[in-house]
């Protein structure tokens, strides 16, 4: 099943910036958190049977941020929304929604989100979890713009949040290597410049097929947590990597340049593409297969490990300080994950 974000309102060829939406949809500002606890490559060569260099040559990843076992996933997550809302120089108060995407949420329920919208002291606000494994930012991408666009919000905050440590063998170095905690977040808001500036296009969806190969196969309905589950490890992250590292090769070029395809762009029109940063492999596989030139790629995985829902927004804070963002860029936003799922996201960014 695919949703496709722009079907009602634009049509194959129109030109590419142009809205048919009441509104134009802005991303006006990011801000992100990560812990400050630090886990190395060295340090893993003290856990599990690996070496530092082993680890970068499969992964590209050199550290990953460890949250504190005090600290759940709202925590990163409120940080994260104030450093967005004080880049922005806004109030909570002025949110409409609060979308916050994440697979690691404080409890089953209530929402992680209805913990974040406390903390922040956001009155009278929309919100709610989204949940699509490592695909979710985007598909909270995808669900804040038509709130926006239809003039139903002046203001979504969408945060991408998740404490992977917390589900992680550290005796499996399969998965052991590629997780990182951290949060990150992006302001919409509403835009009547009429310059052509924001949200253009999106794709997103599903492909249930791969239920079983990225998973955590207790603690839900399915499988009740009990003694039984937790002695057979079965609250850890179970990974079949090649399986997973074919789809998202695959995934990542293939909706890339469908989306690029529809609206009359080729891959040398992009300035860049912003991937989930899983691991450096598939991000330069996938872009090698788009015909992408380094310069138009952003990898900062070996920063920060795959942050799950955390690491566009993390990669995007990095290219803005890294001048590689400038206003009037056009950029698309890409990821893959469990399940599976897919989507990418086409703006012309607006600051």
């Known amino acids: 099943m695919t949703y496709d974000g722009s079907a009602s309102t634009r049509k194959q060829g129109d030109p590419v910036g142009k809205h048919q939406w009441p509104q134009a949809a802005i991303i006006s500002a990011v801000g992100c958190f990560t812990p400050p606890a630090l886990l190395t490559n060295r340090d893993l060569e003290q856990m599990v049977g690996t070496t530092a260099e082993w680890i970068w040559e499969r992964t590209g990843i050199c550290r990953r941020h460890i949250a504190d076992p005090a600290m759940a996933t709202s925590d990163l997550a409120v940080e994260a929304a104030r450093s967005t809302l004080h880049s922005r120089g806004i109030s909570a108060e002025e949110l409409g929604a609060i979308v916050t995407c994440?697979?690691?949420?404080?409890?089953?329920?209530?929402?992680?989100?209805?913990?974040?919208?406390?903390?922040?002291?956001?009155?009278?606000t929309l919100g709610f979890d989204l949940s699509a494994a490592c695909c979710g930012f985007v598909y909270g991408l995808a669900a804040a713009v038509p709130l926006v666009t239809g003039g139903y919000c002046g203001k979504v905050l969408v945060i991408g949040a998740d404490t992977m440590s917390r589900f992680v063998n550290y005796r499996d170095r399969s998965t052991c290597i590629l997780f990182g905690d951290g949060a990150g977040g992006v302001l919409i808001e509403q835009s009547d410049a009429g310059d052509g500036l924001g949200f253009i296009d999106c794709i997103t969806e599903i492909d249930g097929s791969g239920d079983k190969a990225a998973f955590l196969p207790a603690g839900g309905s399915r499988l009740p947590t009990s003694a039984e589950t937790v002695a057979n490890g079965q609250h850890f992250i179970h990974l079949h990597g090649q399986a997973v590292f074919k789809y998202a090769v695959n995934s990542l070029a293939e909706v890339t340049r469908r989306l690029l395809q529809r609206n009359g762009l080729r891959p040398s029109d992009l300035h860049l593409w912003v991937a989930h940063q899983a691991n450096r492999r598939i991000i330069c596989a996938a872009a090698e297969r788009l015909g992408l030139r380094p310069e138009q790629v952003m990898i900062n995985v070996e920063r920060y490990g795959n942050t799950t829902n955390a690491t566009i927004p993390l990669a995007l804070q990095d290219a803005i300080t890294d001048r590689r963002l400038r206003k009037g860029d056009l950029v698309i936003l890409a990821a893959v994950g469990a399940g599976y799922t897919a989507g990418a996201s086409l703006w012309r960014w607006a600051y």
Not at 114 to 124: K, P
Request: aromatic share 4%.
């Open 102 to 124: 994440t697979v690691t949420p404080d409890m089953s329920f209530p929402a992680t989100t209805t913990i974040v919208q406390e903390a922040l002291g956001a009155r009278r």
